[in-house]
């Protein structure tokens, strides 16, 4: 028979394309609760119905066989096997009763009457058209399978015909598709299963071809609409992507070399990552330079939320952990309320306190970890079942302190936050990561007033410096003031003395109190020379405040003068 077959394949044949096959991406069987939920929708739910008023298969015997045969859209089938037909209810009449039953390989419904008021409804599988969505993750460490699905054309499928299945945008893996299958319910085929096999013909990197097999070439057949599923093909996973879409065709060719039952392409499966996460609620805290930069203006907490959405919906890893990382500056965390020890090294349980992933189903967190930088932030939660589909991550500052100054400020910082799901090792012996974001923005804190930086004031036995303060606005509000000395600060220093409760509208002269502060801190101006930079922040708004900074400087019996008007810089 194969000889038959190899020479057919050698005759050039003509396309038939005439009630040809057709690519599926899946088939299942039908289910008995789905068919009556989709018979009975806009029922009113009375007797002389297709089911009648209790809706349901081998209820009452108030079903109407007829309508029911009408509404899965085929004539009802009535024969007694003697040339008579069995007693069915009238037209929107009550008497029938209705069983179900599951059509096994086989595109067609029937409903048909077994005896007087009594019928079957054979129903058949469900087929679709939609591409299923396999992990790219997954395929790095196992292989992907695809099982389409061909519905033969109206001739069926007969002794040594041969059915080959092309595959593109992406190759067959040779290596682990030794055996491929092709596997027809018994509804599909005209005698019994045991009559029929599909033999490998050959496998390429493209395609793959069977050739029917039967006991009998006469009797045994491969019915018009049924049902065949492929099995046993995988996929090459060089070259697969998040853009990889796998298209599948087929066609027939019979013993004459003529092709038919050709099979247009259609997409069996795309690869996509198995996870995306997005940022849906941004940290956007205002630090509240009135309360010393040690709370927010709105109080101690500010929480970031992330959301999350599985892409997968047919080949997919099981997850196991899903990891936040977080960039920002986190050195307020050293806080003595946080780092508890005071031993400058964060645990999982001393950044507890400061930072709590939270808003999960059944998700919960396992742990928590900052790089010794304090900017890179870890937070661990470990998944029970599904990924949660949104997890909140709240910071908590040790807040204001009532003006002792011991806690630390909160620096002005901006967010990134990056998403990692790690899988169960179910296939590996390291964990397999699923990116589902790169570091993307999370948002920022910033002043709830005026910052401005004065890059450049010298002080000194032959200098006269000159700072005013102006508030243009309407708004009474506290001034602080931090220092950093050239070649001597890498960091802005506090300069507590130099701040100034309740500033109201106006300009002020600054310098005096500036210039004391200064000489408490162990520079005095009138025994040596220096030069600083000074930070000034007013609680009011930004727009309201200017700086005016210059120096007089009497160098060799000559004056300099250096002036400048400095604006928020935040």
Same mark, same amino acid.
């Given at each position: 028979m194969f000889k038959r077959t190899l020479l057919a394949l050698a005759v050039s044949g003509v396309a038939v394309s005439a009630n040809a096959a057709t690519i599926y991406t899946k088939a299942s069987s039908a289910v008995q609760a789905d068919v009556e939920k989709a018979i009975t929708a806009n029922a009113k739910g009375v007797a002389g119905e297709a089911l009648g008023a209790d809706k349901v298969f081998n209820g009452a015997a108030d079903d109407n066989c007829t309508a029911l045969a009408s509404a899965l859209g085929v004539s009802l089938t009535n024969d007694d096997g003697a040339g008579g037909k069995y007693t069915v209810a009238a037209s929107g009449k009550a008497g029938d009763k209705a069983a179900f039953a599951v059509v096994s390989g086989l595109n067609k419904n029937e409903v048909k009457m077994t005896n007087n008021g009594l019928c079957t409804a054979s129903v058949k599988p469900g087929l679709s058209t939609s591409s299923v969505k396999d992990g790219l993750e997954y395929s790095s460490v196992k292989a992907i399978e695809i099982k389409p699905v061909i519905v033969a054309g109206i001739g069926g499928y007969k002794d040594e015909d041969t059915i080959t299945v092309n595959l593109s945008g992406a190759k067959v893996d040779l290596t682990k598709t030794t055996a491929p299958t092709i596997t027809v319910g018994n509804d599909g085929l005209s005698s019994a299963p045991a009559n029929f096999s599909f033999d490998i013909l050959d496998i390429t990197a493209e395609r793959v071809r069977f050739t029917v097999q039967t006991v009998n070439a006469k009797n045994d057949f491969v019915k018009g609409g049924a049902v065949l599923q492929l099995g046993g093909i995988f996929l090459d996973s060089k070259g697969l992507s998040s853009d990889t879409a796998v298209s599948v065709d087929s066609f027939a060719t019979n013993t004459s070399g003529t092709d038919f039952d050709v099979a247009s392409a259609r997409v069996i499966t795309t690869l996509v990552n198995q996870y995306t996460a997005s940022v849906s609620s941004l940290l956007d805290a205002a630090i509240d330079v009135g309360k010393d930069r040690q709370e927010f203006a709105t109080g101690t907490s500010d929480a970031l939320v992330v959301a999350m959405k599985k892409n997968t919906d047919n080949l997919e890893l099981t997850p196991a952990e899903v990891h936040y990382t977080i960039t920002g500056e986190f050195s307020w965390m050293l806080d003595d309320d946080i780092d508890t020890n005071k031993d400058g090294k964060l645990s999982s349980a001393e950044l507890g306190k400061a930072v709590k992933v939270a808003g999960l189903t059944d998700d919960a967190a396992k742990s928590y970890a900052v790089n010794t930088d304090l900017t890179k932030l870890t937070v661990v939660s470990t998944v029970t079942g599904a990924v949660d589909t949104s997890a909140t991550i709240t910071f908590t500052v040790p807040g204001h302190d009532e003006g002792k100054l011991a806690n630390l400020m909160i620096p002005v910082q901006d967010f990134t936050v990056a998403v990692d799901v790690k899988d169960n090792k179910a296939f590996s012996t390291a964990a397999v990561n699923m990116p589902a974001l790169s570091a993307t923005n999370a948002g920022a804190w910033t002043l709830n007033g005026s910052v401005v930086i004065v890059p450049y004031m010298p002080f000194g036995p032959n200098t006269q410096p000159i700072l005013r303060h102006t508030n243009a606005g309407t708004r009474t509000g506290d001034i602080t003031v931090r220092y950093m000395v050239e070649d001597e600060h890498n960091a802005w220093q506090p300069?507590?003395?130099?701040?100034?409760?309740? !500033? &109201?509208?106006? #300009?002020?002269?600054?310098?005096? %109190?500036?210039?004391?502060?200064? =000489?408490?801190?162990?520079?005095?101006?009138?025994?040596?020379?220096?030069?600083?930079?000074?930070?000034?922040?007013?609680?009011?708004?930004?727009?309201?405040?200017?700086?005016?900074?210059? !120096? &007089?400087?009497? #160098?060799?019996?000559?004056?300099? %003068?250096?002036?400048?008007?400095? =604006?928020?810089?935040?």
């Open positions: 300069l507590a003395a130099a701040g100034v409760k309740d !500033a &109201k509208p106006g #300009v002020r002269n600054m310098l005096n %109190i500036v210039t004391d502060a200064l =000489k408490a801190e162990g520079y005095d101006s009138e025994k040596s020379g220096f030069k600083v930079a000074l930070e000034i922040v007013t609680n009011v708004p930004s727009r309201d405040v200017h700086v005016y900074g210059g !120096a &007089k400087v009497d #160098v060799d019996g000559q004056d300099r %003068i250096h002036l400048g008007t400095f =604006k928020t810089n935040n």
